[in-house]
């Protein structure tokens, strides 16, 4: 065919198959954290997967953030008080 006439099936779209994987294009605002940012953006992989390859970067994703938050929960932070520490004087 010449350039001015696109071949049969050409058009746009044509060979997309409507029963494949679909972008779900669900919108990701940045948290502030990159390692959860990051996390986050893993999840547009499930764009490209059909739905039985989603539960791999689910559990991938979910993974990471118990990490992440279990990360936050082993650091230092200021020494609690012991009990024994406070003296009260009982005075009246």
Known sequence: MS???PEPGAEAGAHDDPAGPAPLDVPR???GDPRVDALVERLADV???DTDG???VYEDVHGGLRETLSALDARPGPPVPSPASHTYDNRS
């Open 29 to 31: 605002e940045p948290t």
């Open 54 to 56: 989603h539960v791999e």
């Open 3 to 5: 350039d001015l006439m």
């Open 47 to 49: 764009d490209h997967l």
